[in-house]
């Protein structure tokens, strides 16, 4: 038999946490095996667990060190005795598996590549699946924006963002965060006369109102609207340099420009 044969279809799923979080679960309803990515509260999953009897949880996926993301990360091993992998450079909670850059890792069956993208913190990490366009990126590419710079630098950040965005158009944002609106209102005021931009603020306006998930995004869509992956373009710059009244910005002053005006919009 191929591997391209015993490849397992996977279902995703959100699971909401907190007031805006999600935790991506990840099913292969055949083996009845689970993963989930960033369990910031164990709740949400336990739940899921004993409402799908004789399901068993494989793997649990980290991000980065922040509470939102980990908080659940010892109650989920406890009792279901999970694999838990995360960054190298960060305190992970009983982390079974340390990554860094480069590392090939296999979950229910699919293998993923680890990116290492600072900026949100130092040792953020990003999980790519090639073949099924899956990128688990969890708070430093958000849909129509980025992760805050709690510890890394613009340029650090802006290094990272540049690398996700030149992943394949069709990839799948599985972000951390449902702040899409906000980010998408933001983005209008960066570039009043984009009209995707505008497109999509409708849209996802509709989808919020109607108490629907805003992801996950794709990388075509994201280099259209998110002005984060935009700040190469003439018209962000444009915009940048008026309201700061600094002229040749290189794009990664841009995205701090963009970032530092996110921060107080
Ligand atoms: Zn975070």
């Not at 073949?131 to 805050?148: I, M, V």
């Not at 890394?152 to 972000?175: D, F, I, N």
């Amino acid at each position: 038999m191929t591997r391209l044969a015993t490849r397992r279809m996977i279902k995703i799923d959100a699971l909401p946490a907190f007031t805006d979080n999600y935790i991506w679960l990840l099913q292969d309803p055949e083996r009845r095996r689970c993963a989930v990515v960033d369990p910031g509260d164990a709740a949400p999953v336990l739940a899921w667990l004993a409402a799908h009897p004789g399901w068993q949880l494989s793997d649990i996926l980290v991000t980065h060190h922040h509470h939102d993301h980990v908080g659940g990360v010892e109650r989920l091993k406890a009792a279901s005795g999970a694999r838990v992998l995360g960054p190298a450079q960060e305190k992970i909670p009983a982390r079974d598996l340390a990554l860094a850059e480069g590392d090939q890792i296999e979950v229910l069956g699919h293998g993923f590549r680890i990116l290492e993208v600072p900026g949100h913190t130092l040792g953020h990490i990003a999980y790519y699946q090639a073949e099924q366009h899956w990128l688990f990126c969890g708070d430093t590419l958000f849909a129509g924006g980025c992760g805050r710079l709690f510890e890394g630098s613009p340029e650090q950040m802006h290094e990272s963002l540049s690398r996700l965005a030149a992943l394949p158009g069709q990839t799948l944002v599985y972000c951390t965060h449902e702040y899409t609106l906000s980010n998408l209102r933001f983005a209008l005021a960066v570039e009043p006369d984009n009209r995707q931009i505008a497109r999509r603020l409708e849209q996802v306006s509709a989808w919020r109102a109607a108490g629907r998930i805003s992801l996950p995004s794709n990388l075509d869509l994201e280099r259209a609207t998110n002005p984060f992956l935009r700040s190469g373009e003439a018209a962000v710059k444009e915009r940048i340099e008026q309201r700061d009244g600094r002229r040749e910005r290189s794009p990664s002053e841009v995205f701090a420009g963009l970032r530092a005006w996110k921060d107080t919009f």
